[in-house]
Antibody, heavy 121, light 108 residues
Framework: EVQLVESGGGLVKPGGSLRLSCAAS????????MIWVRQAPGKGLEWVSS????????DYADSLKGRFTISRDNAKNSLYVQMNSLRVEDTAVYYC??????????????WGQGTVVTVSS | ETVLTQSPGTLSLSPGERATLSCRAS???????LAWYQQKPGQAPRLLIY???SRAPGIPDRFSGSGSGTDFTLTISRLEPEDFAVYYC?????????FGGGTKVEIK
């Protein structure tokens, strides 16, 4: 059974940093691209970042470039996103998802349950 | 960036009725690279349709997708109680990947 479990969310002050993790199981992690998607309270879904299966190619939403860094450790079956210079508008539930397709054109067939990030003073 | 506009914003229907949800793209979506997701309150999204018309594994056949170019449709032939939720379309034909704003299907 495919499982994706996010962790690392919490309350952080504006300008602060946070690192989210996603632990994957039930599939060959190193064979799939992975993605972060976020959802602000009461809002729709927003793609954040993608990383190819080998980790050599990454892609980011324009509004996040330079602040967020996606990475993965295929030996640990884990996906990460380092979030710096956080803003109030980054407050959201952050989901990791498994990608299907060829870089950078992915849809998402499995999703984690999400981790909540709150940016507030 | 390909902007996806979903309509209507809210659809009020009764169980057993047919639901027709629209997703319109600001530019042509290449190779029908369009997906649909269902999201219930407090849950993660679930993939329903990919490639505009292919059902994901385990998705009931009352869900169907159609369309090409800039106009796409998700149809639920007969609404079951568990189908009342928010539905999102997503295009993956070009970067950045984008989602529509969602259509809420609520019980009338």
């Amino acid at each position: 059974e495919v499982q994706l479990v996010e962790s690392g969310g919490g309350l952080v002050k504006p300008g602060g940093s946070l690192r989210l993790s996603c632990a994957a199981s039930g599939f060959t992690f190193s064979s799939y691209p992975m993605i972060w998607v976020r959802q602000a309270p009461g809002k729709g879904l927003e793609w954040v970042s993608s990383i190819s299966s080998g980790g050599t190619s990454t892609d980011y939403a324009d509004s996040l470039k330079g602040r967020f860094t996606i990475s993965r450790d295929n030996a640990k079956n884990s996906l990460y996103v380092q979030m710096n210079s956080l803003r109030v508008e980054d407050t959201a539930v952050y989901y990791c998802a498994r990608g299907i397709g060829s870089y950078p054109k992915y849809y998402f067939d499995y999703w984690g349950q999400g981790t909540v990030v709150t940016v507030s003073s | 960036e390909t902007v996806l506009t979903q309509s209507p914003g809210t659809l009020s229907l009764s169980p057993g009725e047919r639901a027709t949800l629209s997703c319109r793209a600001s530019q042509s979506v290449s190779s029908t690279f369009l997906a649909w997701y269902q999201q219930k309150p407090g849950q993660a999204p679930r993939l329903l349709i990919y490639g505009a018309s292919s059902r994901a594994p385990g998705i009931p056949d009352r869900f169907s997708g159609s369309g090409s170019g800039t106009d796409f449709t998700l149809t639920i032939s007969r609404l079951e109680p568990e189908d009342f939720a928010v539905y999102y379309c997503q295009q993956y034909g070009s970067s950045p990947l984008t989602f529509g704003g969602g259509t809420k299907v609520e019980i009338k």
